[in-house]
């Protein structure tokens, strides 16, 4: 009977662990990211073109004032993340470094730091096709999944690129 017992609760231990999982990697805009804020009221963006023309724009800060800001805010709120269930763990093991990344023609660096005063802040960077996210909880940069992540990248660096020339 004991057996029983034991079975049951290791099952319901994983079977709620595939729920928060579930539920963690759940598609979420960038407030959702960024737990707490509701609206914007600061962004600050950065754009460099890597490989053997690089260009670097640069950084360009809005506020609702500014008559780029619906287009920019339209741009950053119509992306849809998912944060993988491992950065929950990833957020306690010591940070490394990866370096040697081979740039080519055409590849874009996006640096997206985004704040509602009083409420909190998150930095979200687009990286070659990569996408990563500022924890000020732990401290370092998380990654997230994007659909079609260099496609949408790119795409966004471009909505973005005449914002700030």
Not at 17 to 24: K, M, P, S, T, V
Not at 29 to 38: F, K, N, R
């Amino acid at each position: 009977m004991n057996w029983i017992k034991t079975r049951w609760k290791i099952l319901t231990i994983i079977l709620a662990l595939f729920l928060w999982a579930a539920w963690y990697a759940r598609p979420v805009d960038v407030y959702g990211l960024a737990s707490g804020m509701e609206e914007l009221d600061y962004m600050s963006l950065s754009l460099s073109e890597l490989g053997e023309n690089h260009k670097d724009y640069p950084f360009k800060d809005f506020s609702p004032e500014d008559p780029e800001w619906d287009t920019a805010l339209e741009a950053i709120e119509s992306l849809s993340f998912h944060r993988p269930p491992w950065n929950v763990v990833l957020q306690f093991v010591p940070k490394r470094r990866i370096t040697g990344r081979v740039t080519h023609e055409g590849d874009q660096h996006l640096t997206l730091f985004l704040r509602e005063q009083g409420r909190g802040y998150i930095q979200i960077q687009f990286f070659i096709d990569e996408w990563m996210y500022y924890s000020p909880h732990s401290n370092r940069n998380l990654t997230l999944w994007v659909e079609g992540s260099r496609e949408a990248g790119e795409g966004l660096a471009e909505s973005l690129r005449p914002l700030l020339e």
